[in-house]
T-cell receptor, first 114, second 112 residues
């Protein structure tokens, strides 16, 4: 079974630009969660999508948004990029909901904001 | 507000010895706990989990212990192997919110 895939793997943007990251979950998985990993902060939860609906949201500003398509693929968008948005963005999928379901992570997208 | 804390940024052990990674949490509503391992340039991979109705779960060389009164969980790896060298994250969630909250991670180095 193919794992979670994320594209692109690496991205360099400048302040003020916007960026869209893509995540394809494991086939059959309906829940997709997004996380931001920065040094010293660990993995911070951004949001979770289930059946095209945002089910949970972390404490991030509105510049961070996402969506999920009918095939469970998900995109994350960050508008008006700031230097502090430089991070590894990980998505994870699970069969049902994130809670009590094992989440399977993709390799991440490394975003650098200059 | 760090609800899940891993106070040791790093740990170094000899091959064959026991590795003990610790994690503390503050939210008493957490009822499911997990450990993930992460190698550089890869996403975290699931290791082992435990429900709050248990105090121990074992899977091969990995055992997770949960002390609810102390709001503390630990991961024991016995015997440790060089391939175990990675960053270990503990995570917690509750049926109320469904959010998975991660600690900052502990880097384990197992020396041959």
């Amino acid at each position: 079974k193919a794992g979670v895939t994320q594209t692109p793997r690496y991205l360099i943007k400048t302040r003020g630009q916007q960026v869209t990251l893509s995540c394809s979950p494991i086939s059959g998985h309906r829940s997709v969660s997004w996380y931001q990993q920065t040094p010293g902060q660990g993995l911070q939860f951004l949001f979770e999508y289930f059946s095209e609906t945002q089910r949970n949201k972390g404490n991030f500003p509105g510049r961070f948004s996402g969506r999920q398509f009918s095939n469970s693929r998900s995109e994350m968008n960050v508008s008006t990029l700031e230097l502090g948005d430089s991070a590894l963005y990980l998505c994870a999928s699970s069969f049902d909901r994130g809670y009590a379901d094992t989440q399977y992570f993709g390799p991440g997208t490394r975003l650098t904001v200059l | 507000d760090q609800q899940v804390k891993q106070n040791s940024p790093s740990l170094s052990v000899q091959e064959g010895r026991i590795s003990i990674l610790n994690c503390d949490y503050t939210n008493s509503m957490f009822d499911y706990f997990l450990w993930y391992k992460k190698y550089p340039a890869e996403g975290p991979t699931f290791l082992i989990s435990i429900s709050s109705i248990k105090d121990k779960n074992e899977d091969g060389r990995f055992t997770v212990f949960l002390n609810k009164s102390a709001k503390h969980l630990s991961l024991h790896i016995v015997p440790s192997q060089p391939g175990d060298s990675a960053v270990y994250f503990c995570a917690a969630s509750s049926s109320n919110t469904g959010k998975l909250i991660f600690g900052q991670g502990t880097t384990l180095q197992v020396k041959p």
